[in-house]
């Protein structure tokens, strides 16, 4: 009988642990442009994954429910996709990218979520940048509106600090329904340890 109930209690254990292991994983940004103070032009939105080195690890960006006033796609290297369902963007060959015509005077939105691999000692960094339809000047700033450096075994380095552009993490659902499971579990326990 001992067995059994260690057996079960192992059983249950690796159950939670498995149920949770979404709380684990790698977070979803939602990345949000602000074009309301830039006029109402056409412009082109630089979306990019590269390499910092040749030694870099595998990552894969994916970017989905893409909301704004979007125009035509033109992917270089390995991104692949459309606006209308996903885009994939990958740094196998050092860069990919997808530049994407926008036109300006709202805000267009996206969530990026990364795929990091192993195998690489150097990191990769996903930017976003806004140019004039002839890509003669960049838009509301000279560096990136967004960048998201991304090192293995680190935390995501997110840096847009400014007025045009925010990368905010989503949070998981999951984490609700863990802490709810778990509070629920402890009462449980004490319950049947009171009696």
Partial sequence: ?????????????????????????????????????????????????GALTGNAAPVTATLNHFMGAYGASDFSGSASGAIGSSVRLVNDAGYSGLLQSIILGGLFSFDLSFDVGTGGLDGSSFTAMLYNADFSATLGMDTPLVQIDLMPGQADVVSPANAFASATAVPEPSTLLSMVTGLGLLGFGLRRRAR
């Fill in 1 to 49: 009988m001992l067995n059994l109930k260690k057996f079960l209690s192992g059983s249950l254990l690796a159950v939670a642990l498995g149920a949770c292991a979404g709380v684990f994983a790698a977070p979803v940004y939602h990345v949000t442009i602000d074009t309301s103070t830039l006029g109402n032009s056409n412009a082109v939105l630089d979306l990019e994954l």
